[in-house]
């Protein structure tokens, strides 16, 4: 049957090889026992279901309704291609035991994948998606057909998309932005996100663009990541079609990237130093601040300048969530894309975190190259690079213990002053310079992360990095 193992954010396989309708009959069986199993004081036995654009994404969203609704579950399946955030915001409006979206988020197209959802809008904590494993097979498979759990009122087709409209329009000035005559671009990367900023924005000001917002279950040739390598054609369209800023969403539109208005690219580091000091600055708000351990050291400055509290986690969003359950967050985020609100769900949210830029603008009415710039003469130049091969997961254990046990003493021959384990190993110097390697809790490969203060540096650290992964597999 293949095994299902559940990974950074969820179970993710090939479709046809173990992403089949078998498997996921097995998964949503075991997570329906879960729920049964652990109920939440005060929440419902009711689950939501949300799906991607990914290929048979409706068809496999519909068997987990059926299977949850059979396990005596009343079910709302979303009955369109729905972003994640508005799936998870919909578990805690709703008051479900959980929820479950069909995606496989930024993987290949021939990928598809099963994410797990709490009852307080975030994902499952890992010791949740370990009980989940733990149950696989444990009963057999009890399902609902569609139509009659319909007809018995116990399976609810709904869009649900208007409830997280309007949540994020209100956590923002939503009255600045539609005021400030903006012209916005979203790259949909095909996915989710498609279509999603010109509903929020209908009637107002501002003019919005949407760059491949086609359903396209091969996503045009690419991965619907948003990283600078799948942004060419749109940023030869905003090359001849300026805009003010173009937000990038992943394939689920829980994730952002971004460029601006000529086309080029902005980091995801970028976007969260903007947003951040959006929000100390302009919204004169303060509170903890939380960030994965592969996010940019100008964080860190920021947070020391401004005295806020900084906490690290390992990477995943569901790390970050846990943070923000316990208040008195200002911002959560990770390298790669994803960023959580305060007075919304627990949850990255690549809508939200548009209208959040959109507002940043509208306050500050200056270009985005006069913001990036104004970051660096305040905090620093921070030059961040990142590089994913393939490595044998045999030797993953080896590679750790190297790094851990016989790490570099010096990174560009500043001294190693702190050596960080607890997710793969993150060596940091004394003029703050950092190297990570870490392998991927969805693929099989490995990732190598540094930053320094010129980009020549920063792949010099990335070399260190591959010379480690070198001197593993020849021991």
């Given at each position: ?62 068997r ?46 021939a ?30 498979v ?21 409830a ?28 989710v ?66 460029m ?26 303060r ?16 947070c ?9 986690t ?51 009415r ?13 905090y ?9 091969i ?14 851990k ?71």
């Amino acid at each position: 049957m293949g095994s299902i193992k559940f990974g950074t954010d969820g179970w993710r396989a090939v479709i046809a090889e173990d992403f089949t309708f078998a498997n996921l009959d097995r998964v949503a069986q075991a997570t329906a026992d879960f729920w049964k199993a652990n109920p939440v004081p005060g929440m419902q036995p009711k689950a939501i279901v949300g799906y991607d654009r990914r290929f048979l994404s409706d068809q496999f969203a519909a068997r987990v309704a059926e299977i949850l609704a059979g396990n005596g579950f009343m079910v709302t399946l979303t009955s369109t291609p729905t972003p994640t955030p508005a799936v998870s915001l919909a578990v805690f409006q709703q008051k479900a035991v959980g929820g479950v979206m069909v995606t496989a988020s930024h993987n290949p197209p021939a990928f598809n994948g099963f994410k797990l959802k709490s009852w307080f809008g975030g994902s499952a904590e890992p010791v949740h998606c370990q009980m989940v494993e733990s149950l696989l097979d444990a009963s057999p498979v009890q399902a609902l057909p569609l139509t009659e759990g319909q007809r018995q009122k116990k399976i609810l087709v709904k869009d649900i998309r208007g409830a997280h409209y309007k949540a994020v329009r209100k956590l923002v000035d939503f009255d600045l932005v539609a005021q400030s005559g903006l012209r916005f671009a979203h790259e949909a990367l095909f996915g989710v996100g498609a279509g999603c900023f010109n509903e929020l924005l209908d009637g107002t000001t501002c003019s919005v663009t949407t760059l491949n917002g086609e359903h396209n279950p091969g996503f045009g040739g690419i991965n619907p990541e948003p990283v600078a390598a799948n942004y060419k054609h749109s940023a030869a369209y905003l090359a001849r079609h300026p805009h003010d800023l173009c937000l990038v969403t992943d394939g689920d539109a829980d994730r952002v990237g971004g460029m601006d208005g000529h086309g080029n690219p902005l980091s995801t580091h970028q976007i969260i130093c903007l947003l951040l000091r959006h929000y100390i600055l302009n919204r004169k708000l303060r509170g903890r601040v939380i960030k994965a351990l592969t996010t940019t050291s100008m964080v860190d400055a920021m947070c020391a300048h401004h005295g806020l509290e900084l906490v690290e986690t390992g990477v995943g969003f569901k790390y970050i969530a846990a943070e923000m359950l316990k208040g008195d967050v200002l911002l959560g985020f990770e390298e790669s894309g994803g960023i959580g609100f305060p007075g919304h769900i627990p949850e990255r949210d690549g809508i939200a975190a548009g209208l959040v830029l959109l507002e940043l603008l509208a306050a500050e009415r200056k270009p985005l190259t006069q913001l990036l710039a104004n970051l660096e003469k305040v905090y620093g130049t921070y030059r961040y690079a990142r590089i994913d091969i393939n490595f044998p997961l045999g030797k993953r254990a080896a590679l750790m213990e190297l790094c851990k046990n016989s790490g570099p003493q010096r990174l560009l021959q500043s001294p190693v002053v702190k050596v960080q384990s607890f997710d793969g190993v993150k060596f940091t110097a004394k003029d703050g310079s950092w190297l990570m390697l870490r392998g991927s809790g969805t693929e099989p490969i490995l990732r190598i992360y540094a930053e320094a203060r010129s980009d020549k540096d920063a792949q010099a650290l990335l070399r260190t990095g591959v010379a480690l992964t070198r001197k593993a597999c020849s021991t």
